[in-house]
């Protein structure tokens, strides 16, 4: 019965809809509704659980982590001022390269920051908007080097600091995120090497 209110009322709110966008995120409610995102759901929930059962890695590990180049781009020195890289209140780790160029930042997703990285990345997957603000705002969905990556791209009169922003779950672990000036997604990573990541790996027990 509840499920029958649930799909009732999308139904409402699709007939309402003034614009695709509205039908897009409505038609990924419907299909949550439905049982059309099981697969997903079932995949975002594994991890959940294996992740929970992780200890998070320390400050000092995630600064030696770190890398100090992210393809042709070195990280930004301290002697330039900047006080990176740095750990967040959020336990994320956050350094710039090729003089603010590309800004990188990770989360361990292990133990209680788990929800905190796999539920946002599951509404990503699960998002079918594709574009926002006449357009000016794109979302994007690829396989890269065997990771799903979910990119943005935003015109620069958007006005944002960084044009180009990826996320992706780096060894089923870490929640990372790549910001890039003056470039658009496909260009962002080409400008790195998903190999300059190695490190965290070697923490991933």
């Known amino acids: 019965m509840k499920i029958i209110l649930k799909i009732t009322f999308v139904l409402l ?3 309402s809809c003034k614009d695709a966008n509205d039908s897009k995120a409505l038609e990924g409610v419907m299909n949550e509704v439905t049982g059309k995102n099981e697969d997903v759901n079932q995949k975002y929930d594994l991890l959940l659980k294996d992740l929970g059962t992780k200890t998070v890695l320390s400050s000092e590990q995630l600064l030696e982590a770190f890398p100090e180049k992210l393809g042709k781009l070195s990280l930004d020195s301290k002697e330039n001022g900047n ?3 740095r750990i967040t209140s959020s336990k994320t780790v956050v ?4 003089d603010n160029k590309v800004r990188m930042e990770i989360l361990d997703a ?4 788990a929800y905190s990285a796999i539920i946002p990345l599951k509404m990503l997957h699960l ?3 594709t574009s926002e603000y006449n357009n000016t705002i794109r979302y994007s969905k690829k396989e890269r080097n065997e990771l799903l990556t979910f990119g943005t791209d935003r015109d620069e009169a958007v006005g944002a600091d960084y044009e180009a922003d990826i996320r992706f779950l780096y060894d089923n672990r870490f929640y990372v995120t790549l ?3 003056g470039m658009n997604v496909d260009e ?3 400008a790195i090497s998903i190999d300059d990541l190695s490190r ?3 923490f991933n027990k």
């Open 127 to 129: 998002n079918k908007v």
């Open 83 to 85: 006080n990176e890289p």
């Open 179 to 181: 910001e890039g000036k």
């Open 188 to 190: 962002l990573w080409e």
């Open 13 to 15: 709110l699709l007939v």
């Open 95 to 98: 350094g710039s390269f090729g």
């Open 110 to 113: 292990a133990g209680e920051n």
């Open 200 to 202: 965290f790996k070697a």
